[in-house]
């Protein structure tokens, strides 16, 4: 999510940089900084990363439950090993996500016009 600013507001921002002492050159290293920073807790904050790290370290607790059931747990639930299967489905899950995180990476926020700002007359 990336404010938008209006000429006038990015142009009052600018003179007020010049007036603090920085150069149009330090705003513009300054904007490009917070712009990489900004696409780097996004791609770090997609959700896909967490659900699909999320599936796959509780698939593996449950698929591990699942392969060291005894066959009295297993006759409790009609013969069916429900730890077993329930853990693989949530690796599948979680392999799915990450998958799709790796192919459909997430797209930075919109960049900020490189050109300078003009002062205000």
């Known amino acids: 999510m990336s404010e938008q600013f209006e000429p ?6 600018a003179e007020r940089l010049r007036k603090a002492g920085y150069s149009e050159a330090d705003v513009q290293r300054e904007v490009s900084e917070l712009e990489q920073k900004s696409a780097t807790a996004a791609r ?8 699909g ?8 607790i449950v698929t ?3 392969i060291t059931d005894s066959d ?6 009609q013969g069916i090993n429900i730890n ?15 998958v799709w995180l790796k192919l459909r990476p997430s797209v930075p926020p ?12």
């Not at 770090?44 to 967490?50: N, S």
């Not at 077993?84 to 990450?98: K, N, P, S, V």
């Open 8 to 13: 006038s507001e990015r142009s009052e921002a």
């Open 44 to 51: 770090i904050f997609d959700l896909r990363r967490i659900i």
């Open 53 to 60: 790290g999320l599936f796959v370290v509780y698939g593996v």
């Open 64 to 66: 591990i439950a699942g």
């Open 72 to 77: 009295a747990e297993i006759d409790k639930a």
């Open 84 to 98: 077993l299967w329930t853990g693989l489905g949530m690796l599948a899950l979680g392999i799915f996500f990450l």
């Open 110 to 121: 919109a960049q900020l016009p490189t050109e300078p700002l003009e002062p205000k007359d």
